[in-house]
């Protein structure tokens, strides 16, 4: 069981580039989440999603997308980079029921420049 | 004001050392409650659940007192490698499928 895994671990972007996050689970969880932790702040939710097919806003989606076609896979995407995205972005996953046991990704650093 | 709020530290304590954190949540409504632990340049992972009646794991214990939405973590005879950022968690103030997370405290533990 690799659980779950982001890739890439680090990034540089210039402004207006775009960029997908890539999250991949295998422990056939059905609720992913993102999140973006800022330096000395706590995670913020960006996008997460219920199952196949089912995507919801959450705290901070302005400047993401997020699709979810299959149960393993919830890529972010990011369209237009700007310096306030700099910032580390953790995946994560759950089953229904057992939200507090959310089991998070190594993360990806962000810099946009 | 901010949903969960948390005394940022850094809490500096000695090896063997009592050391508590407290929580506060804003929303009177939510549902549970959980203390994360994150490893620097690490990702979180649950340390332990939250309950009214206390909650004790080993040197650890977390306690919920509803009616001053409150929540501390208390940890007794530190380790060097209890060194980390405590996050406070709650579930329920956005909906049930979502945590909100503190900012967390950071704690050392000094040899």
């Known amino acids: 069981n690799a659980g779950v895994t982001q890739t890439p671990k680090f990034r540089i972007l210039k402004i207006g580039q775009s960029m997908t996050l890539q999250c991949t689970q295998d422990m056939n969880h059905n609720y992913m989440y993102w999140y973006r932790q800022d330096p000395g702040m706590g995670l913020k939710l960006i996008y997460y999603?219920?199952?196949?097919?089912?995507?919801d806003k959450g705290e901070v989606p302005n400047g993401y997308n997020v699709s979810r076609s299959t149960t393993e896979d919830f890529p972010l995407r990011l369209e237009l980079a700007a310096p306030s995205q700099t910032s580390v972005y953790f995946c994560a996953s759950t089953l229904a029921g057992t939200v507090e046991t959310q089991y998070f990704g190594p993360g990806t650093r962000l810099l946009v420049l | 004001r901010k949903e969960v709020e948390q005394d940022p530290g850094p809490f500096n304590v000695p090896e063997g050392a009592t050391v508590a954190f407290n929580c506060t949540y804003s929303n009177s409504a939510s549902q549970s409650f959980f203390w994360y632990r994150q490893d620097c340049r690490k990702e979180p992972k649950l340390l332990m659940s939250v309950y009214s009646s206390g909650n004790e794991d080993g040197r650890f214990t977390a306690q919920l007192n509803r009616a001053s939405q409150y929540i501390s973590l208390l940890i007794r005879d530190s380790k060097l490698s209890d060194s980390a950022t405590y996050l406070c968690v709650v579930n329920g103030i956005f909906g049930n499928e979502k945590l909100t997370f503190g900012t967390g405290t950071r704690l050392t533990i000094i040899p």
């Open positions: 999603s219920v199952g196949a097919g089912i995507t």
